[in-house]
């Protein structure tokens, strides 16, 4: 019986890939790729010669169980996502739970996931936290930041440029405007940047500062917020 491996592919400097992962992409029978464009990018930089196929979010319900068959038979698989680590916040999860139905074996390496890095750099307790990935874009979104407020954690949000402002704003109206983030973006990347600060002086830095590249929220937990933890000035890396 063939595997699936899950291989974390760099959010940003290519550089941020470990010998293993190569060696695996190199060593698969195929690769499953969420956008073959941007895995063939990281392929060539590594000269990696492999045949590759599109498993993303709009195919994965249909194709999981044929790709399963051929694992039975004997395929070892690799899959990737455009950015990190597959399964998280991107696709993966169906694939992977029809290998553990089927009894195929599912390792995962360990490598490259945006929110680490993130959660490091807060200067925010990073003993117990929650992640939430994306918000939902519309419907329910509201709902699920107030199931947040009386959070004790500290929470980590995926979010896109063209709706970081408006969801600073409802984190503002819904948690409270003294409320402590870091706001991550461009991880590893050549203008990484990350800003501190209570959410109603992070607004006013992404009103002057357009924002670009994909963002990492981490929030205060709910007894995170004393300005006697944290002095109330926005601070940038």
Same mark, same amino acid.
Do not use: W
């Given at each position: ?8 592919? &760099? ?5 941020? $890939? ?9 060593e698969a029978d195929l690769i499953l790729a969420e956008d073959t464009r941007t895995t063939l990018v990281l392929l060539r930089h590594y000269e990696i010669q492999n045949r ?11 194709? /999981? *169980? +044929?790709?399963? *068959? ?6 070892? $698989? ?28 599912? @390792?995962?390496? &360990?490598?490259?996931?945006?929110? %680490?890095? /993130?959660?490091?750099? =807060? ?12 918000? &939902?874009?519309?419907?329910? !979104?509201?709902?699920?930041? +107030?199931?947040? !407020? +009386? @959070?004790?954690?500290? %929470?980590?949000?995926? +979010? =896109? ?12 109206? %819904?948690?409270?405007? @003294? !409320? ?5 973006? *461009? ?5 990484? *940047?990350? %800003?501190?600060?209570?959410v109603d002086e992070i607004i006013p830095h992404f009103t002057v500062n357009d924002p670009r590249g994909e963002f990492v929220i981490v929030v205060a937990g709910v007894d @995170? ?5 944290? &002095? =109330? ?5």
């Amino acid at each position: 019986m063939g595997k699936l491996t899950i291989v974390p592919t &760099p959010v940003g400097n290519l550089e941020d $890939m470990t010998y293993r992962a190569v060696r695996v992409l190199r060593e698969a029978d195929l690769i499953l790729a969420e956008d073959t464009r941007t895995t063939l990018v990281l392929l060539r930089h590594y000269e990696i010669q492999n045949r590759l196929q599109s498993h993303h979010a709009f195919n994965e319900h249909r194709t /999981a *169980e +044929e790709l399963v *068959e051929r694992m039975q038979a004997g395929e070892h $698989m690799a899959l990737v996502s455009d950015a990190g680590t597959p399964a998280i916040s991107d696709p993966g999860f169906l694939l992977v739970r029809a290998c553990v139905a089927a009894g195929v074996e599912v @390792e995962c390496l &360990p490598g490259a996931t945006a929110f %680490v890095p /993130a959660l490091v750099v =807060s200067g925010l307790p990073t003993d117990r936290f929650c992640f939430e990935g994306f918000l &939902p874009p519309k419907k329910g !979104r509201r709902t699920r930041l +107030e199931a947040l !407020r +009386e @959070e004790r954690r500290t %929470v980590i949000l995926y +979010e =896109s440029p063209h709706r970081l402002r408006k969801t600073l704003d409802q984190l503002s109206e %819904v948690l409270g405007p @003294e !409320r402590r983030l870091s706001v991550s973006r *461009e991880i590893s990347k050549r203008f990484e *940047e990350t %800003v501190r600060g209570r959410v109603d002086e992070i607004i006013p830095h992404f009103t002057v500062n357009d924002p670009r590249g994909e963002f990492v929220i981490v929030v205060a937990g709910v007894d @995170e917020t004393s300005e006697d933890r944290h &002095p =109330s000035t926005v601070s940038s890396t």
